[in-house]
């Protein structure tokens, strides 16, 4: 073991793995589970942020609306409850993908974006939701003068769509964050930032009650069936009966085998510091509290937390089977390297900060990298999934399409490719958990060894995995 690795996990010698945004607020009751046989016109299966979007805009369209939200175990208890929640416009996970994926569309999708955006920023003051929300842009920093093409590929595409946004040389990019391998940036200071999504969503819960959504947790989708009556969902303690149903969960968790031949659950990792001191945060600057990503091949993302914390995340990775809670994982050793890239980017913090928080969970990685939709049961049951970024709000764009699909409303959202079609199938174990071995290795040191790994990364581009994006 290296001295640098022994300083790691003495930063990690007190750390909690467990997700701060959770970790950091009182303890809450639970919604009583379902004890008893039930009917209801919408069954949303899923108490993150899809289906609790998926709730409140079925109550806000139709207050008569008999609506119905299952959830396996507490709300937020997955994904909803640990992403870096650095708010973004864009619904396809990035202007890049977004070309990539849907090049005729893309103009329509950032309109639609801004607009989803808009009616997110309405609904957290209409319901009065204190979620530490912060305006502060998103910024794609270059690590050194490699990364500044795809700066400035950013910057165009910025401009291209209509973002207000600025491009910053090395001086620019440093005054606005202190880090010395920061060579460049481009700035979208409209309408992204950052928000505090345990706080985000427990207000949407509160919300969705409100509005008179019947929530139940501890309440975990057992199966379904098409009966006369409708689909019948099986749950520990009674059946409810729907005339539809949003499966608005992980693929996972989300009850039909087919679902998970395209998504697969790829882990993400975060490390939170304990608070800066006013000190502290003058040798890093970061007066706009941009939330900020890189150019690293696995690229790093950063944000501060309302007490300053910095938040740092995104080394990947795979366990066979999509196992989603692995011990491993509730260890100092995955947070060693990330830990080693957090004190690359601040070296003026690296003898003086700790971790109070690390932890990991899986993203519901597709070729598309951005929210798709399943239908089942001649269209009454439909998934909503797949967000691989950008979630915290993507998913309110991703629930409103996803019931007008279920409705059968013909909205133009619903005639654009991204509703009516779905992403490649993912190959099966165990060909699936070698390929993400070598993936993932190769990811981790294509920056500084390249070779094969370069050859390697390319291929599994473009077979659709945009791992670099």
Request: one cysteine or more; hydrophobic letters at 40%.
């Amino acid at each position: 073991m290296t001295e640098t690795d022994q300083q790691v996990l003495q930063a990690l010698q007190n750390t909690r793995f467990t997700t701060y945004w959770l970790d950091s607020l009182d303890a809450v009751g639970d919604e009583a589970a379902l004890e008893r046989d039930i009917d209801c016109d919408l069954l949303v299966v899923g108490g993150g942020f899809c289906g609790l979007w998926a709730a409140l805009q079925a109550k806000q369209q139709n207050p008569e609306r008999d609506v119905v939200l299952i959830e396996a175990k507490s709300v937020a208890n997955g994904a909803s409850g640990r992403p870096a929640a650095i708010m973004s416009t864009s619904v396809m996970h990035g202007i890049d993908n977004t070309e990539r994926i849907f090049p005729e569309d893309v103009t329509e999708l950032e309109r639609l974006g801004r607009e989803n955006m808009d009616a997110f920023k309405q609904t957290i003051e209409r319901f009065q939701i204190d979620s530490d929300l912060e305006w502060g842009g998103e910024m794609k920093v270059s690590i050194g003068d490699e990364g500044l093409p795809t700066v400035e590929e950013d910057y165009q595409l910025y401009l291209k769509y209509g973002h207000d946004a600025v491009k910053l040389d090395k001086a620019g990019v440093q005054a606005e964050i202190n880090s010395p391998i920061f060579h460049g940036g481009a700035w979208s200071k409209q309408r992204s930032g950052t928000v505090h999504p345990g706080k985000l969503v427990r207000g949407l819960k509160r919300a969705a009650l409100e509005l008179g959504v019947h929530l139940y947790e501890n309440t975990p989708h057992l199966g379904n069936r098409r009966t006369a009556a409708g689909i019948v969902v099986a749950t520990p303690g009674a059946s409810i009966t729907a005339n539809k149903v949003l499966l608005a969960t992980n693929a996972w968790a989300a009850g039909h085998r087919h679902i998970s031949r395209r998504v697969a659950a790829i882990r993400d990792r975060i490390v939170v510091s304990e608070p800066l001191s006013e000190a502290q945060m003058q040798k890093i600057g970061w007066h706009h509290r941009q939330g900020i990503y890189d150019t690293r091949t696995q690229l790093n993302y950063m944000r501060l937390t309302a007490d300053n914390r910095i938040l740092f995340g995104g080394r990947l990775g795979y366990f066979f089977g999509n196992n989603t809670d692995p011990a491993h994982d509730k260890t100092p050793q995955p947070y060693i390297r990330l830990v080693k890239s957090f004190y690359r980017t601040f070296p003026q913090l690296a003898d003086e900060i700790r971790f109070s928080h690390a932890w990991s969970g899986p993203i519901g990685l597709t070729t598309r990298m951005a929210v798709h939709y399943q239908k089942y049961h001649d269209g009454d049951m439909v998934y909503a999934g797949g967000y691989s970024g950008f979630g915290v709000t993507a998913s309110r764009f991703g629930a409103r399409i996803g019931l007008a699909i279920l409705d059968k409303v013909d909205i133009p959202e619903t005639r654009m490719q991204f509703a009516q079609t779905v992403p490649d199938y993912i190959p099966p174990e165990p060909f699936r958990w070698l390929g993400a071995q070598i993936t993932m290795y190769a990811l981790d040191t294509l920056d500084e060894k390249g070779g094969w790994r370069k050859l390697w990364v390319s291929m599994v581009q473009k077979m659709g995995f945009p791992i670099t994006l």
